[in-house]
Nanobody, 111 residues
């Protein structure tokens, strides 16, 4: 059974930082493209970042230069670090690898 469990969300002040984790079981993160998406109320779902099985990364334009995605293959976990957070970063952040998705973790950035 494949499970993706996100954690690390919460309330953060603008300008602050956080690290989200996605603990994965049932598949190896090192063999998949793993991504973070976010969903804000009344906004379209947005790709935040992804890391491929080969280690290549890419980021959404809105978080470029503020986000870092990486994996720990030993822990089978994906991380997303974000700094200089803005209120528009608020949303539910999901870890995904097709066709699986976690339950999400809420990130709220206060002005």
């Amino acid at each position: 059974q494949v499970r993706l469990v996100e954690s690390g969300g919460g309330l953060v002040q603008a300008g602050g930082s956080l690290r989200l984790s996605c603990a994965v079981s049932g598949i190896r993160v090192s063999s998949r493209t793993m991504s973070w998406y976010r969903q804000a109320p009344e906004k379209q779902r947005e790709m935040v970042a992804y890391v491929t099985w080969s280690g290549s990364t890419d980021y959404g334009d809105s978080v470029k230069d503020r986000a870092t995605i990486y994996r720990d293959s030993d822990k089978n976990t994906i991380y997303l670090e974000m700094n200089n957070l803005k209120p528009e970063d608020t949303g539910v952040y999901y870890c995904r690898t097709w066709p699986y998705r976690g339950q999400g973790t809420q990130v709220t950035v206060s002005p």
